[in-house]
T-cell receptor
Framework: EAQVTQNPRYLITVTGKKLTVTCSQN?????MSWYRQDPGLGLRQIYY???????DKGDVPEGYKVSRKEKRNFPLILESPSPNQTSLYFC????????????FGDGTRLSIL | AQSVTQLGSHVSVSEGALVLLRCNYS??????LFWYVQYPNQGLQLLLK??????LVKGINGFEAEFKKSETSFHLTKPSAHMSDAAEYFC????????????FGAGTRLAVHP
């Protein structure tokens, strides 16, 4: 089954404790992206990657890091989480090229206390 | 720069009634337009997309949307609402050029009453 898998689905942690949210896709997609969803703001892009070893900032990259060492994986790293990063996070993937719909994971709800 | 405006953060309809969710976009180049649906505790699922092939686009679950360039709109409709349509709906725009970034609207939460 074609899917984007995120882990963990839920996490409560404390300010400053490094965490990683993993994302893996099994569709051999070149393009992967991270979004955060906040009430009244829709989804905003954090980082994206157009292929292995190629990553770039989205609209709200501050406080986040990513890496793309393998085509299937695109982890999101919060080196020193803060309460304003409490949000619902989605990983997405798609083939390269304009107009390609993105496939989304089920989301990770992060609470930073 | 591209942007998306969804009119109405909450829409409530009766079961069997017409569903109309409004979306207006801004883009300096021909856009690709999408509607996604989000059910509780799930990710976003593609309902339909416009990629310039036809202005009236049919999607899953009986939804359709019409691209109107003159009005810069891409409203989502369904003739008869079902209880299972209750969810949050997002309109999104992206542009051509191999860059797949999606710009999302703020979302519209649809409630369906018996």
């Amino acid at each position: 089954e074609a899917q984007v898998t995120q882990n963990p689905r839920y996490l409560i942690t404390v300010t400053g404790k490094k965490l990683t949210v993993t994302c893996s896709q099994n569709m051999n997609h070149e393009y992967m992206s991270w979004y955060r969803q906040d009430p009244g703001l829709g989804l905003r892009q954090i980082y994206y990657s157009m292929n292995v070893e190629v990553t770039d900032k989205g609209d709200v990259p501050e406080g986040y890091k990513v890496s793309r060492k393998e085509k299937r994986n695109f982890p999101l790293i919060l080196e020193s989480p803060s309460p304003n990063q409490t949000s619902l996070y989605f990983c997405a993937s798609s083939p390269q090229g304009g107009g390609q719909p993105q496939h989304f994971g089920d989301g990770t709800r992060l609470s930073i206390l | 720069a591209q942007s998306v405006t969804q009119l109405g953060s909450h829409v409530s309809v009766s079961e069997g009634a017409l569903v109309l969710l409004r979306c207006n976009y801004s883009s300096s180049v021909p856009p690709y337009l999408f509607w996604y649906v989000q059910y509780p505790n799930q990710g976003l699922q593609l309902l339909l997309k416009y990629t310039s092939a036809a202005t009236l686009v049919k999607g899953i679950n009986g939804f359709e949307a019409e691209f109107k360039k003159s009005e810069t709109s891409f409203h989502l409709t369904k003739p008869s609402a079902h209880m299972s349509d209750a969810a949050e709906y997002f309109c999104a725009v992206s542009v051509s050029g191999g860059y797949n970034k999606l710009i999302f609207g703020a979302g519209t939460r649809l409630a369906v009453h018996p």
